[in-house]
């Protein structure tokens, strides 16, 4: 196996699915996995109209995002190619639904031995939009070689759906192990321009949509405080609107909350995209990690931000959601009912005063975290690539 291509967003775009395949690539890189040449098929950027090389992979700027036209792909595939490999890490408001995307996958069956498709994202068929999903789904597995996912349930719902189990190869979503977890708080805090004051942080990071459940954390921190007269919390909420006007406005509101409930002392909200490093850095300060994801029956995924969390070793409080499924399996006394409140409150003022013996819980997550860490990860997938091109 010499070359591997990937179509994919990736960095500087804020996309969890870039940093997806940055993060493998860089360990599939860092450890020697993979020698061969790399070349990934990006989506374009105003400031980064021209190819170019990075510490992992050759970048071609190929498509716009949601717009569903791969002319310039395909001619950039074939200038390029042949590939042993061709990867495509997909999600649908990436690549939407349409015939001409699966007239896309068969037309890059004649530049590659293989073709192989991560479904970030698998939906159910009574999901409202995506009905008749099924069939989608079993005219992809029917042009690539192999569909991998990252959870049971993504697997046995394809499955459910017709789609063959000798098509399906389950790889966890990797975990980065966080460089920062020695550095003192002061230290931490000085870096990320936050004042910490001796309080106990809590951090929920990541892209501000209405899923994340942030007006139910902000209101379990009001508990906290006005309820439970627990002042001496922090609650830093960081990261940028996702989902355009809908998601603006959600934020709007949550702002709102904030400040009626007398909480702007105790709530800390860094509107701004984060950086990878700053969130680790944010991680690595949080004495627990907060995840009021809401319930979404029928769209099954995996979160990102949660394996940055788990490779931090800090507490997460979770919700009983597909997104956090693995963290449920593993810690289920630290999850709750999505949209409970008053539960999310208990909890946190439950690992405030049983901080040790919750750490001591936490011991079962490290065995998961090297398992799922990037290296581990990236070994799984150049053995698929390589079991396929035996085949």
């Known amino acids: 196996m010499n070359k591997i291509g990937y179509l994919s967003t990736y960095p500087p775009t804020e996309c969890g699915i870039g940093e997806y395949l940055y993060s493998l690539l860089r360990d599939m890189r860092d450890h ?16 980064l109209k021209g190819s170019r090389r990075d510490i992992n992979a050759y970048i071609v700027p190929s498509f716009k995002w949601g717009v569903p036209e791969y002319d310039e792909v395909l001619k950039n595939v074939r200038k390029y190619g042949p590939f042993d490999i061709f990867h495509v890490q997909h999600e649908w408001n990436i690549f939407p639904r349409t015939q001409e995307f699966l007239d896309f996958l068969n037309e890059l069956r004649n530049y590659a031995r293989k073709l192989v498709i991560t479904l970030h994202t698998v939906y159910h068929i009574l999901y409202r939009g995506f009905e008749g999903i099924d069939k989608y789904h079993r005219e992809i597995s029917n042009i690539v070689d192999t569909i ?3 959870s049971v349930l993504q697997e046995f719902e394809l499955r459910a759906q017709g789609v063959s189990p000798f098509k399906i190869h389950r790889i966890p979503h990797g975990t980065t192990i966080n460089p920062y977890i020695s550095e003192s708080k002061d230290v931490l805090a000085k870096k990320l321009g936050i004042n910490v004051n001796n309080r106990f942080i809590i951090v929920s990071p990541g892209f501000l949509r209405e899923d994340k459940g942030l007006d139910v954390l902000v209101k379990a921190i009001d508990y906290v405080v006005n309820g439970k007269d627990r002042d001496n919390v922090l609650l830093v909420l960081s990261g940028v609107a996702q989902g355009g006007l809908p998601s603006l406005r959600y934020v709007r509101k949550v702002h709102e909350y904030i400040v009626s409930a007398g909480l702007t002392g105790n709530i800390l909200f860094m509107e701004k995209y984060v950086s990878r ?9 949080a004495d627990v990690v907060a995840m009021a994801y809401k319930l979404k029956e029928g769209k099954y995924s995996i979160s990102g931000i949660l394996h940055q969390a788990l490779g931090s070793f800090k507490p997460i409080i979770g919700t009983k959601v597909s997104k956090l499924i693995e963290y449920y399996q593993l810690l289920p006394e630290l999850v709750v009912k999505p949209g409970d409140y008053r539960r999310f409150g208990d909890k946190i003022i439950y690992v405030m005063d049983n901080y040790g ?17 990037w290296i581990n990860v990236a070994r ?8 396929l091109l035996e085949g």
């Open 32 to 47: 020697n996995i993979f020698t061969g040449e790399v070349i990934v098929f990006s989506n374009k950027l105003s400031g």
């Open 148 to 150: 991998i996912v990252h």
């Open 277 to 285: 490093d700053n969130m680790l850095r944010l991680f690595a300060l």
């Open 357 to 373: 013996k919750v750490l001591e819980m936490m011991s079962v997550v490290r065995e998961y975290v090297k398992r799922t860490s």
């Open 380 to 387: 799984e997938h150049v053995r698929l690539y390589e079991k």
